[in-house]
């Protein structure tokens, strides 16, 4: 196939001031496969009309682009018949007991029932094309549904882990324990990027699962037989707000970023897309992200001489986050990376709260009895403990409430950009570390917390004019931000484990080059596989939310945190189409500046031209998934990036070649060479 896209955890890890926080191989999709244009967007069209459903005994069959699904009101099985013949199993089964269901009532598009037993009531009928399943419960319980990958011909599941990840259901490594996939339930609302999963299923077919009520909805990954499949199970809790689930399932392609293809014309539909473009405008601020990589610097890095060194290199873009400690760039530093051309913003955090008279953090530490009148309280009234077991988290509602009079998120902003910064890097507020308040003063569920979180980035953005980014951005977020750091990086378990070792990760000091951010180290096998293998790896975020902010790793892997993974992570960062960020000091602009501008003088132009346009083509040129090409705007940029060590097309191994609209010949990036 060629086609194009269709248009239509707990979170260990270290803060930039060291807050704690959470080869070869066959593949049954044809090598040239691209992104879907099957994607469901309507078997009712794009206007998202109503299509009648038929009944026929307890069986629903839903009309859906690219065929018909059918569900079975009994065990809430789902299958599908494709309008090429093939039959399609999409859900096994509930791994719950349902009891007997009532009557089937016929409804405008589809149809309702109900299990009494569990106090559900259930819809079905088409949604843009896609089938939609919503519940409604009238009494706290849990449902395992649907139970996924157990069609025989499946043969990937794709998984929203950072970029994202395409992994054979029968491969050996990511169905042992080494993988850290299987066991544990990955919390969708809390651990994953996008609200979402799929599955290939055989040559030219998948499908994508999205859950647009991730808030109490859990996925577990199970081996069965050397073959991975998939349980959702969603918590019914009043006091949570999570009485309600849906589920939709989208007929694709097969592609691996067909979901997150599917996931951004749902976005799309309810108005939830974000776009870069449109940020530009309201703050043209926010177009100097195009181009830019993005670095935080540390000591000599942090003085206007540093800047002028950057640009002296020849760097046109950057962006520069500094954290909240004694030396925080000053107004001469700002002044001339503003002249340059760059963004600078302090890192800051309205997440955490301690005694202010013995606060290790000028970030926690706040006025009054904010600590600990504003702490978040479990059903106990106990205060969750905040970052590093050190202080408490701190409620959104409760700033919210107080905002209005006391201004200390108002206040708390004016202080930290009173050197004339412009952008603003807020940890924690756009991941999934979303919390419940028992307490009396300021009581909150978990979607209240994101609905504050949202209310307070937008005044940053909107009203304080300030190019902002988060961590990990979820999407729910991605219309308020320009930018996060953290969702580009597929963490895997083992991460964390390696942070806590300060003797081979590196701690935090010097305080004016930080080991834990300076010192290169070397990953575990597994480690490094299960984070930066080529062959797993898929933009599934690009997908969905390119052309809405500009993605890039955490800040704790800096570019040359990971020396073994340097060319594999440039490559990505081509592919694409975002940046790299780096850590900074003096001598590591001496030493790795040339490096830093030669791979920025090449990206730039590709940035600026392609990124607010949305990715329209995924492609895996060789068997061995090490040859790979992208697609932005429709052919306005090209990106081939061969992973491998063996030429393509004339493309010799370790590089990367793109090609934008109008160039006679692609531009050619070898990384390793461009470190000298």
């Not at 934008?660 to 990036?669: A, E, I, N, V």
């Amino acid at each position: 196939m060629d086609s194009k896209i269709a248009s239509t955890g707990g979170r260990p890890g270290p803060g930039p001031s060291g807050r704690p926080r959470s080869r070869p191989r066959t593949h049954v999709l044809a090598a040239s496969l691209v992104l879907t244009a099957t994607v469901t967007v309507g078997a009712s069209g794009c206007s998202g009309q109503a299509v009648a459903g038929t009944v026929e005994g307890r069986h629903v069959a839903i009309p859906v682009r690219g065929g018909t699904a059918t569900v079975d009101t009994g065990t809430l099985a789902v299958n599908a018949r494709t309008a090429d013949g093939r039959n399609l199993v999409l859900s096994a089964p509930s791994g719950t007991g349902l009891g007997k269901p009532g009557p089937v009532e016929r409804t405008d598009g589809g149809a309702r029932w109900s299990y009494p037993g569990k106090g559900l009531t259930v819809t079905a009928r088409a949604d843009h094309g896609r089938l939609r399943v919503s519940m409604k419960a009238d009494r706290d319980g849990s449902l395992t549904w649907p139970v996924t990958g157990t069609d025989r011909a499946a043969s990937a599941v794709q998984l929203p882990r950072g970029e994202g990840l395409d992994i054979p259901v029968r491969d050996a490594f990511w169905n042992s324990a080494k993988a850290g996939l299987t066991g544990d339930a990955i919390d969708v609302g809390g651990q994953l990027e996008l609200p979402l999963w799929g599955y290939s299923l055989g040559k030219g077919h998948g499908v994508s699962y999205l859950t647009p009520t991730d808030l109490g909805t859990s996925l577990t990954f199970r081996s069965d037989g050397g073959r991975l499949h998939t349980a959702t199970t969603h918590a019914f809790d009043g006091g949570e707000g999570t009485r309600d689930y849906t589920v939709t399932f989208a007929l694709t392609d097969g592609n691996p970023v067909a979901p997150g293809t599917d996931y951004r014309a749902w976005l799309a539909e309810h108005g939830q897309l974000g776009s870069l473009r449109e940020k530009i405008r309201r703050n043209p601020a926010n177009g100097r992200l195009l181009g830019a990589f993005h670095a935080y610097v540390w000591g000599d890095a942090r003085k206007a001489a540093g800047v002028e060194a950057l640009r002296k290199l020849g760097v046109d873009r950057m962006w520069l986050g500094y954290d909240a400690g004694p030396d925080p760039m000053d107004a001469a530093a700002v002044r001339a990376a503003k002249k340059a051309g760059y963004l600078v913003g302090p890192y800051d955090t309205f997440a955490n709260g301690q005694d202010p008279k013995t606060a290790d953090s000028p970030t926690s530490a706040w006025p009054g009895t904010v600590y600990p009148d504003f702490c978040v309280r479990d059903a106990q009234g106990k205060p969750a403990t905040g970052f590093g077991n050190r202080g408490c988290y701190l409620s959104s509602r409760a700033f919210e409430q107080a905002e209005p009079k006391h201004h200390y998120l108002a206040d708390r902003t004016r202080a930290m950009t009173a050197n004339g910064a412009d952008s603003y890097f807020l940890d924690v507020d756009a991941t999934g570390e979303d919390f419940r308040d028992h307490s009396a003063a300021h009581p909150m569920t978990k979607a209240g917390d994101r609905d504050n979180r949202l209310a307070r980035m937008r005044r940053l953005a909107e009203d304080k004019k300030l190019v902002l980014g988060s961590e990990s951005a979820q999407s729910w977020a991605n219309k308020v931000l320009a930018f996060d750091h953290g969702a580009a990086t597929p963490v895997a378990d083992g991460l964390w484990k390696l942070q806590r070792d300060k003797k081979n990760w590196g701690g935090y000091f010097p305080q004016n080059a930080p080991k834990a951010f300076f010192k290169p180290v070397e990953l575990p096998a597994d480690v490094a596989k299960a984070m930066y293998d080529p062959a797993y790896r898929v933009p599934l975020y690009e997908a969905a939310l390119h052309s809405s902010l500009v993605n890039a790793e955490r800040w704790e892997l800096s570019y040359g945190k990971l020396p073994k993974q340097k060319t594999a992570r440039a490559l990505l960062a081509m592919l694409y189409n975002i940046p790299l960020n780096y850590v900074l000091d003096g001598p590591a602009i001496e030493k790795s500046g040339p490096e830093l501008a030669a791979l920025q003088k090449y990206f730039s132009p590709l940035h600026k031209a392609a990124g607010t346009e949305k990715l329209t083509s995924f492609r895996r040129l060789t068997g061995d998934h090490l040859v790979q090409r992208t697609e932005f705007g429709n052919g306005k940029l090209t990106v081939t990036a061969n992973f491998g060590s063996t030429p393509y097309a004339g493309l010799p191994g370790g590089c990367v070649d793109a090609k934008l609209s109008g160039d006679g010949q692609p531009r050619r990036l070898c990384p390793a060479k461009a470190a000298g």
